[in-house]
């Protein structure tokens, strides 16, 4: 069998369970005897599998050289009645040189092995956003300041880290045209809308408003996601803003509104001022401290722990005795990564809290400290937070 392209592929189909019954023969008549082949293979699975992880070129070249001297050792003949096995060395050679350019391939994709790859770490949320026009074209927004255009008599300038809005002396005809700013997860954003209105807009959110604001005597705007709002006063103009089911009437008030999906209620938190919380089937007005949970039309209204609810504005994420879900949903959403359960987590609580402009390596030593064991590895190009609460933490 002359063609070593077919042998490297025949090879990699049997490290992929993949060879089919004429191929496994093939490839068993290639290295000889049962026994010599299935020594080959461990000597190469066990060579690349025998570390946890590759300390960049230096782990990679201890292991290639240590593949390379098994597979001499193995191949090279010591009898005379063994020469034929001289001539498939370099066959041999030339198979090592396709594993050693796959390694993370097989690392990777033979989960049989339990082999897991360890990756660079994952820098927290950085400031940035896409604004989208009334007429479907974005700007994607960043930390460098300019003016962006001039649109329905508004002039749109961007500060660092912040886009404002500002009147200007043309007339203004925007009744319909809508504004959408939007942070993609591990991004944040906060804007000032034209009335003053400053709202702060965590990862995975978006705002839509009218350039002008006022729609109908009201200053309108609707949030999905999770938005911080500072209203500015203006008693002629209730401020309104819409979310997933629920409406909120205020005047000059800050407060929070947490609408993503993962969460069971839209929640709204008071801070300063008064808000009138409406549903279609109910009405319910918050104080100072206070905090409305609505599902399905109806409202509950509780005491906030305004420490937990406004820790995102004040750059952390703060938890107590919070679901697990709840925390790795937060860590998902800032750090941009995936999670994966290994086993049941219905009772698991977390409490503690950590800032988030510190790097992901650093919230899993919290998370394990906190007895929810975690690791992080990358799966198909895939970056993921891996939880198995069967297993002990870390120490």
């Keep these: 069998m002359e063609n070593t392209p077919n042998i490297r592929q025949l090879f990699t189909e049997y490290l992929d369970d993949r060879i089919d019954r004429e191929g496994f023969i093939q490839l068993q008549k290639y290295f000889g005897e049962q026994t010599s082949r299935e020594e080959l293979h461990n000597l190469i699975i066990n060579a690349l599998y025998e570390e946890h992880y590759f300390d960049q070129q230096k782990e990679l070249q201890h292991t290639v050289d240590s593949v390379q001297q098994r597979l001499r050792q193995r191949l090279q003949p010591a009898k005379p009645k063994t020469m034929w096995l001289r001539r498939y060395l370099p066959y041999a050679a030339i198979i090592l040189l396709s594993i050693v350019f796959g390694i993370s391939y097989y690392i990777l994709n033979n989960a049989k092995h339990n082999a897991v790859a360890v990756i660079e770490d994952v820098n927290p949320g950085t400031s940035g956003a896409t604004l989208t026009l009334a007429n479907g074209k974005k700007i994607r927004l960043n930390t460098a300041a300019g003016n962006v255009l001039n649109e329905a008599g508004v002039s749109i300038n961007n500060a660092p880290g912040e886009l404002v809005y500002k009147n200007t002396e043309h007339e203004q005809k925007s009744a319909g045209q809508l504004n959408t700013l939007s942070t993609a997860n591990g991004e944040t954003y906060s804007i000032v809308l034209v009335d003053g209105t400053k709202v702060w807009l965590n990862a995975g959110s978006a705002l839509i408003y009218n350039p002008n604001l006022i729609e109908s005597g009201e200053r309108v ?56 919380i409406n549903t279609t089937n109910q009405t319910s007005i918050l104080k100072p401290g206070e905090q409305s949970l609505t599902a399905n039309g109806q409202i509950k209204v509780e005491q906030a722990d305004l420490e937990t609810a406004l820790a995102w504005k004040k750059g952390m994420m703060y938890f107590k005795d919070a679901p697990l879900n709840e925390v790795m949903e937060n860590v998902a959403r800032w750090y941009n990564v995936q999670i994966e359960y290994k086993s049941k987590i219905t009772k698991t609580r977390f409490n503690g809290g950590f800032k988030r402009d510190v790097k992901l390596s650093e919230v899993l030593e919290i998370l394990n400290a906190g007895n929810i064991p975690c690791k992080l590895v990358k799966d198909r190009n895939v970056t993921k937070i891996i939880i198995d609460t069967n297993k002990p933490s870390k120490p």
């Design 221 to 276: 705007v609707k949030v999905a996601g999770e938005a911080y709002f500072e209203v500015a006063k203006d008693k002629m103009h209730p401020f309104i803003v819409n979310s997933n089911g629920q409406k909120i009437e205020v005047l000059g008030t800050h407060f929070n509104v947490n609408t993503y999906k993962g969460v069971a209620n839209t929640i709204t938190t008071l801070a300063e001022g008064s808000v009138k």
